[in-house]
């Protein structure tokens, strides 16, 4: 192919990049309102734990523009809108388990009315004791399981040297720009159109039927893009609809439901905190050769999703490395905390922090360099490359990111000047760290790596493109334009991108676990390639050709010979005249997943994607204060569908990743009252807090062995945690090897003051 028909690949700016900066693109709260629209707000719960005793509606009632006031009672299906297990309310009707919980909604005329009418109920509620940390945890929500290989036990009696460690990390809220908010339109009879801020529009679907007591098919659930979800709108999303539509059945009127900030915050899941115990054996040199270790997330009041959280996490514990002999446990245990959910990794990254902890310690013990220590346990080369639970990792691309980190960020040389630095400087430190991820891609639960795509050609050759991926800020729809210019080789602006919806293609999984492209690129790829097959042969037929003889470039279809051509357009022309249908679908399902939960054993992944880091830090040993100096990310993404797009994804994950292991503490009183609910007390990472040298390279001629899209990786989550590469600095840095998350202030200090 030449040039300019290579479109998978190029570095194409985001459908939306001009929109997003001019304001023209639309969201749903700036889409225009129909006539009649009401607004509604969530009565919320402000206590932690507790019994709700009477919960009376009539002031809400009697505030001026009020409508409707609706509460469990009012709920004509299922007061339930748990996403997997059916074990969490939409309304509470007896036992409060977090504050911010919902207890009802008003409807009312504006949105400032329905705020000011939910201020005016006050529940009558008699507070129970919350638990509030891990370590208080009395019951698991899902598990724990355990991921087994050889004997921990003897192996761990058997080692010359032993070592141990108790840490943890703390959840973050996503902080998505646009919070949550759903418009639901009631059409004739059950029919309810809704317009979702969501991942997973068929969620959405099921859970507004099983409120409403109607059939998904009544139910349609649109969104043409989020701003912003990391994770955040894979479940929450779907309770919000659900409480717009009811609504809207109840008034007969369309009515949208946008939460404040506070009440976002303090309503919708974060990601899972996790605890952490271990005991490891080692030898002189550094390789660990035992591992015994449990660790517990905090799941909040409600399963939600935490299962598969859990199961990310235990997957991801041993990382890129290779530990003979080992027992992990994962559980996910119940607190009054807000339900927690996915965000970004997907316990993938917390899991992930276990051996960097360990890593740490045997260094410490050892007296070796940390990165001769991590080295010597990477998967593959001398030691084994598979993964406890089966699965083999790439030694050998292991090995390249970390080396490519290394140079990138001239370790040896920063390593020199640095301890020159704090030789010389009274109270400033610096440090340097480096992290190494294989994050494995695909849903763990198998059934949800399908996916779905409509493409239709129009008769003047433009295309219109539907599939079921959301587009969340990640440039998921470019990305799949892109495939399917490319399968028809025409200008990606004849490309027409149409919102997700589920009626135009059903039964979607979420857009989440970084499958976007790789699932709905294959799907579109599928029904972009059934029409071209048609058309190939209509246009072999007109150029009395042989069909394989036909090929698409520039916009062209040319035959066999030179005067043998016709442009996109004229052939689409051509087909409809000769009754050739220019519409299709297209379908993928991962190949090759087997996955047995229990047992913790299989292939859950279709592949890996790696990646690695090296950053620099300065502390402040007075005040605790930290800066990130510099940040060299190397992340493998195969052959790049879009490397302008994949830069920015390595770039804003590590980015996030920093704040959730450096400024963002989410902070509960004593009585469990999320305190942290916005902006000024919740510090995510500013334009400021980005590294002055900041360097995120893709891999160059990263291999993707496995048959993807155009042998492209998914990129998504992965460099999340390459964020770990500024916690080991900061360890570096304060001279420790222990250092709990966030790395605030307060815990820099005492950290430097352990003994
Ligand atoms: N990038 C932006 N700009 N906004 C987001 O909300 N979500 C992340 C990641 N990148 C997100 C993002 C998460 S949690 C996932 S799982 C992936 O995008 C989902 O999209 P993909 O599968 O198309 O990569
Ligand atoms: N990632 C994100 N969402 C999910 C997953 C996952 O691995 N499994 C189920 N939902
Ligand atoms: Mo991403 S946490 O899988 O939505």
Redesign the pocket.
């Given at each position: 192919m030449n040039a300019v028909t290579k479109i998978a690949g190029a570095a194409l700016r985001h459908d939306s990049a001009v929109k997003h900066a001019t304001g023209e693109a639309r969201f749903i709260d700036d889409m225009a309102e129909p006539a009649g629209t009401l607004h509604a707000a969530l009565v919320t719960s402000p206590v932690a734990h507790g019994q709700l005793r009477a919960l009376d509606l009539a002031p809400a009632r009697a505030m001026p523009g009020v409508v409707a006031v609706l509460g469990p009672t009012d709920i004509p299906g299922e007061n339930d809108i748990a996403p997997i297990a059916r074990n969490e309310v939409l309304f509470v009707e007896t036992i409060i388990e977090h504050h911010g919980q919902a207890l009802a909604l008003v409807v009312a005329r504006t949105r400032d009315e329905a705020l000011r009418a939910a201020a005016a109920i006050k529940p009558d509620i008699e507070a129970l004791p919350p638990i509030l940390r891990i370590q208080d945890g009395r019951d698991w929500l899902v598990g724990p399981f355990t991921m087994k290989n050889g004997d921990a036990d003897t192996a761990l009696a058997a080692a010359p040297f032993t070592a141990q460690g108790e840490f943890e990390v703390g959840g973050q809220e996503h902080f998505y720009l646009e919070g949550q908010v759903a418009l639901a339109i009631p059409g004739e009879g059950a029919e309810m159109l809704v317009h979702s801020s969501t991942q997973h529009p068929s969620e959405g679907q099921h859970i507004i039927a099983r409120v409403l007591g109607v059939p998904y098919g009544a139910v349609q659930v649109q969104c043409r893009r989020m701003g912003g979800a990391f994770?955040g709108k894979?479940s929450n999303a779907s309770w919000v609809a659900a409480a717009a539509a009811l609504a809207a059945r109840h008034t007969n009127r369309p009515v949208k439901l946008r939460l404040p900030r506070k009440a976002d915050m303090a309503a919708t899941g974060k990601r899972h905190p996790f605890l952490y115990r271990w005991r490891a054996g080692f030898d002189a040199a550094g390789r660990i050769t035992a591992l015994v270790a449990d660790m517990t997330a905090d799941g909040g009041h409600s399963v939600d999703?935490s299962g598969?959280v859990v199961m990310?996490a235990l997957t991801h514990a041993i990382n890129a490395y290779s530990v003979a002999d080992l027992r992990v446990t994962c559980g996910a245990i119940k607190t009054n905390h807000v339900s927690n959910t996915?965000f970004r990794g997907?316990g993938g990254p917390q899991g992930a922090m276990l051996m960097d902890d360990v890593l740490a310690h045997v260094a410490r013990a050892t007296g070796h360099d940390i990165e001769a220590v991590r080295a010597r346990n990477f998967a593959g080369g001398p030691n084994p490359s598979h993964t406890p639970y089966g699965q083999a990792l790439e030694g050998d691309l292991i090995r390249r990111v970390h080396a490519e980190a290394m140079a990138d960020s001239s370790w040896d040389r920063r390593r020199a000047e640095i301890a020159a630095f704090n030789a010389t400087h009274p109270t400033l430190r610096r440090g340097l760290g480096c992290f190494v991820s294989a994050f494995g891609i695909s849903?763990?639960?198998p059934h949800?790596n399908q996916a779905g795509a409509l493409v239709h050609v129009y008769t003047d050759g433009s295309v219109r493109l539907a599939h079921g991926g959301t587009e969340m800020g990640q440039g998921l729809f470019i990305k799949v334009a892109q495939v399917v210019a490319e399968v028809f080789s025409v200008p990606i602006e004849t490309v027409g991108l149409a919102a997700t919806h589920t009626a135009e293609v059903p039964n979607t999984s979420?857009t989440?676990?970084s499958t976007g492209s790789d699932l709905n690129g294959w799907a579109a790829f599928n029904a972009a390639d059934a029409i071209r097959t048609r058309m190939a042969s209509v246009a072999a037929k007109h150029f009395g050709c042989a069909e394989d003889a036909v090929r698409f470039e520039d916009g062209q279809v040319l035959g066999a010979t030179d005067n043998q051509r016709l442009t996109f357009g004229e052939l689409a022309k051509k087909c409809w005249l000769a009754r050739v249908s220019l519409s299709a679908t297209g379908y993928y399902a991962t190949p090759d997943l087997e996955w047995d939960m229990q047992a913790v054993r299989g292939k859950p992944f279709f592949y890996f994607s790696y990646g690695a880091a090296v950053s620099e830090v300065v502390i402040d040993t007075l005040t605790g204060e930290h800066r990130v100096l510099s940040a060299h990310l190397v992340q493998d993404c195969g052959k790049s569908l879009n490397p302008a797009i994949d830069r920015g994804q390595i770039e804003g994950a590590f980015i996030q990743g920093m704040g959730w292991l450096t400024s963002e503490e989410l902070w509960w009183d004593p009585a469990g009252r999320l305190r942290t609910v916005g902006p000024s007390t919740y510090k995510i990472p500013g334009s400021r807090d980005v590294p002055p040298v900041f360097q995120a390279r893709i891999l160059e001629a990263g291999p993707a062995r496995a048959n993807t899209i155009f042998r492209s990786k998914a990129v998504g989550e992965p460099p999340l945690l390459l964020a770990g590469a500024v916690w080991n600095a900061l360890k570096d840095a304060a001279g420790v090897a222990h250092l709990d998350a966030p790395v605030s202030p307060e815990r820099l200090l005492r950290a430097g003051q352990r003994p």
């Open positions: 994770g894979e999703m598969g990310r996915a997907f849903f763990g639960i949800l979420p989440a676990a």
